[in-house]
């Protein structure tokens, strides 16, 4: 897994490497520089054009004092960078100085633009690519007046945007937008990722991003890690091939509970993402009424007729892991299954949709339950939280820790970059995934390929190993076809095994 750090983190990482290690903040500034030069040398834009201009805009900081480094070596390189400052050379302080300086004495014409956006928009009008050295991780205010324009111009710009460690504007631990920001197509962050680039916004606002090493250790365990991310290899590992032996009952049993009239959809899209995860037999549970209408649509899956707590009580014996949730309503019938379930089954039970907003207003209640696997969207954690959804999706890190602190589970927070936590665990963020999944049922899908996992893993690594395939096989999908929409939910499930193979075959070559 890689780390990802958040704001204060990465200060300590930087003071760690100079006062432990010996390598002076000069040094690291240098080779952040270096590393975004060359990522900037390998933009179609300028590595295809033997006359691209490069504008860079610098802010008073150390990320500033990147972005002078950017332009000094890029004119080393033979590349036109004209360089433009958004602050008066002489608050410049500390390495940011002298790297101004450096570019100076490298023959560089640095053009302050003293509150006047004229200037950047002319130089913009010509250039290939602008650098966005404006602000860094340290940036905690709104940006406005004067600045919000300068943001305004690179935004307005028609050229390649690049930003330096985060795009300006975007606070650097919860992805959220201070007033305005940069709208980058590339993101060259240093030395590790960083939380606000792990979150929808901040993601979108950053673009494709690429990690710079600043250091030849980059081990930041000694100074703190606030999440990881997960990569391919974390989830093969998890999911060894399976021996030859393995039969249907020994491949795991789900309980999928679920359904109601109108919404019987969602229950045989949860039932089937268990199948295509892997579950060896998989029953749907549900109100008479609704079982009826399911028995007419169902092939590989069995149903079960939930007429009395008895009932429940008899399927949940039979299952090693249970599903309760999708598309059950919200009625007194639903809440008694769902509490059946969450309350009465001693395996792993992963709530969804439904089954979570009946928790609202007594989430902590959960914690009397083991093995509890919740996957809200931000609206439905909002409800579990008692706050709004905007709430949620402005500090996701800190909306799901509240929500592990409150319930005692495993809690998945879906959207771009779904977060993982549970108790006593850095959270795990997931980064497959795009706008194909923006489609109805997707969620239900996911909840049965978590449970299907759940039947070989503990909680947590079923939950972000689902989350990767779930999001893997809608890449995939979106690949083959060169499609950002028009994906079916029932199609994420069929895509999986392929998706997994697909996995596999990269890993072995």
């Known amino acids: 897994m890689l780390p990802v750090l958040s704001a204060q983190q990465m200060r300590a990482f930087d003071r760690h490497a100079t006062e432990v290690h010996g390598v002076p903040s000069l040094e690291l500034m240098e080779n952040a520089g270096r590393g975004a030069t060359e990522g900037i040398q390998r933009l179609p834009v300028v590595s295809q054009s033997k006359s691209a201009i490069v504008v860079v805009l610098a802010g008073g900081g150390n990320n500033g004092g990147d972005g002078f480094v950017v332009a000094r070596r890029l004119l080393g390189a033979g590349i036109k960078a004209k360089t433009l400052l958004a602050v008066p050379a002489e608050k410049l302080t500390g390495d940011a100085l002298t790297n101004y300086r450096a570019l100076v004495d490298a023959g560089a014409k640095v053009t302050e633009l003293n509150e006047d956006v004229a200037p950047l928009a002319a130089a913009l009008a010509s250039a290939n ?7 860094g991780t340290g940036l905690t205010r709104e940006v406005s007046g004067f600045f919000a324009q300068v943001v305004g111009a690179i935004d307005a710009a028609e050229c390649c945007k690049v930003s330096l460690d985060m795009p300006s504007g975007i606070e650097a631990d919860t992805g959220r937008v201070l007033g305005v920001a940069v709208q980058a197509d590339h993101t060259f962050t240093f030395a590790h990722h960083k939380l606000g680039l792990c979150t929808p916004v901040g993601s979108a606002h950053a673009g494709r991003v ?25 989830v093969l590992r998890l999911l060894p091939v399976r021996g030859s032996t393995v039969h249907k009952s020994s491949a795991g049993r789900v309980l999928v509970v679920a359904g109601s009239p109108g919404k019987l959809g969602a229950a045989l899209l949860s039932a089937h993402g268990a199948q295509r995860g892997g579950a060896g037999l998989v ?5 008479p009424a609704a079982a009826d209408a399911l ?22 014996q039979r299952c090693d892991v249970a599903v309760v949730g999708p598309g059950l309503g919200l009625d007194a019938a639903a809440r008694r299954f769902v509490d059946g379930v969450v309350f009465g089954h001693e395996g792993p039970k992963v709530v969804d949709a439904d089954g979570i907003s009946h928790f609202a207003g007594r989430a902590e209640e959960l914690r009397k339950a083991k093995g509890v696997v919740l996957t809200p969207h931000a609206g439905e954690l909002g409800r579990l939280l008692g706050v709004p959804y905007q709430q949620v999706e402005e500090d996701r890190f800190g909306a799901v820790a509240r929500a592990v602190a409150l319930t005692g589970a495993v809690v998945l927070l879906k959207g771009r970059f779904s977060i993982v936590a549970a108790p006593g665990a850095l959270p795990v963020v997931n980064p497959t995934g795009g706008p194909v999944l923006a489609t109805g049922g997707s969620g239900d899908v996911l909840s049965g390929i978590i449970a299907a996992l759940c039947c070989e893993l503990p909680t947590r690594e079923a939950a972000y190993a689902g989350a990767y395939l779930h999001g893997a096989a809608a890449d995939a999908w979106a690949k083959s076809r060169g499609a950002d929409r028009g994906l079916l939910a029932h199609e994420i499930a069929d895509a999986l095994p392929q998706a997994l193979g697909e996995l596999r075959s990269v890993a072995f070559d």
Not at 217 to 231: N, W
Not at 283 to 287: N, S
């Open 129 to 135: 690519v602008v650098v966005d050295a404006l602000f």
């Open 210 to 234: 690429e990690v710079c090493p600043i250091l030849e250790s980059q081990d930041p365990s000694a100074t703190g890690v606030s999440a990881s991310l997960v990569e391919r290899a974390d």
């Open 283 to 287: 029953t749907i549970a549900t109100a």
């Open 295 to 316: 028995d007419m649509r169902v092939l590989e899956a069995m149903t079960a007729r939930l007429d009395s707590d008895d009932a429940l009580k008899g399927a949940l």
